[in-house]
């Protein structure tokens, strides 16, 4: 168990809709990443907040977006979902941009 | 940009025996960080050894070591002892200093018994 815990598991949607990915980081840890798992992209990095601030941006859609919140939680906002937005996607948890990055069991989201 | 290349999609090894897996990078940078991952069918995401780039030595954890060859940009990742619990799918990813992790295709190791 890393800490890290990430909710739901499981996330079964139709194209068009929106979802929110939680994440809740390792005790002390200020900085945030998502990532995304598909068949096609393999894993790639979205986006990183640290401390509240977004502090690096990867292949992140126009139609994702995310926020770190006052406690360090962060959610990933996924909207107009297309079929291949399924994919799992991890956040990570570490103490700062420069520390080791502990992964969590991630959501696995599927669009229909 | 930054790219890890991982040149086998799949291998297979005997229970007890020795295997390696291989991975290549790409970067202009002085500074970095290696690491290889283990990704079980569970799917979590575990760290399994990491290398810093400045420290000539290999690291090693246990059953597992690197071959790190800086000049070759070269990152092998040695599993002795291989155990039926060590078959996942092993990810090659490169960081620098700050930034985010850049990931491999990924390969898949099957511990045969």
Same mark, same amino acid.
């Given at each position: 168990?890393?800490?890290?815990?990430?909710?739901?598991?499981?996330?079964?949607?139709?194209?068009g809709?929106?979802v929110? &990915?939680?994440? $809740?980081?390792?005790?002390?840890?200020? +900085?945030v990443?998502?990532?995304?798992? !598909?068949?096609?992209q393999?894993?790639?990095?979205?986006?990183?907040?640290?401390n509240?601030?977004?502090?690096?941006?990867?292949?992140i859609?126009e139609?994702?977006?995310?926020?770190?919140f006052?406690d360090?939680?962060?959610? &990933?906002?996924? $909207?107009?979902?297309?079929?291949?937005d +399924?994919?799992l996607y991890?956040c990570? !948890?570490?103490?700062?941009?420069y520390?080791?990055?502990f992964?969590?069991?991630?959501?696995?989201l599927?669009?229909? | 940009?930054?790219?890890?290349t991982?040149?086998?999609?799949?291998?297979s090894?005997?229970e007890?025996e020795?295997?390696?897996?291989?991975?290549?990078?790409?970067t202009?940078?002085n500074n970095?960080?290696?690491?290889?991952?283990?990704?079980p069918p569970?799917?979590?995401?575990?760290?399994v050894?990491?290398?810093?780039?400045?420290?000539?030595q290999?690291?090693?954890?246990?059953?597992?070591?690197?071959?790190?060859?800086k000049?070759?940009?070269?990152?092998s990742?040695?599993?002795?002892?291989?155990?039926l619990?060590?078959?996942?799918m092993?990810f090659?990813?490169?960081?620098?200093?700050g930034?985010?992790?850049?990931?491999g295709a990924?390969t898949?190791?099957?511990v045969?018994s």
């Open positions: 168990d890393s800490g890290v815990t990430q909710t739901p598991k499981h996330l079964i949607t139709a194209t809709q929106r929110t &990915l939680r994440c $809740s980081p390792r005790s002390g840890d200020l +900085s990443y998502w990532y995304q798992q !598909s068949l096609d393999g894993l790639q990095f979205l986006i990183q907040y640290y509240g601030e977004e502090r690096a941006k990867g292949n859609l139609r994702f977006s995310a926020q770190q006052p360090l939680h962060s959610e &990933l906002n996924l $909207s107009s979902l297309e079929l291949g +399924s994919a991890f990570a !948890s570490a103490r700062s941009s520390n080791e990055q992964f969590g069991p991630g959501t696995r599927t669009v229909l | 940009a930054q790219t890890v991982q040149s086998q999609p799949e291998m090894v005997q007890a020795t295997v390696t897996l291989s991975c290549t990078y790409d202009s940078e970095y960080y290696l690491f290889w991952y283990k990704q569970s799917r979590q995401m575990i760290l050894i990491r290398q810093e780039a400045y420290k000539q290999n690291a090693t954890e246990n059953r597992f070591s690197v071959n790190f060859q000049a070759a940009k070269s990152f990742l040695k599993i002795s002892d291989s155990q619990g060590d078959t996942a092993y090659c990813a490169f960081r620098e200093y930034n985010k992790l850049v990931f990924g898949i190791l099957r045969k």
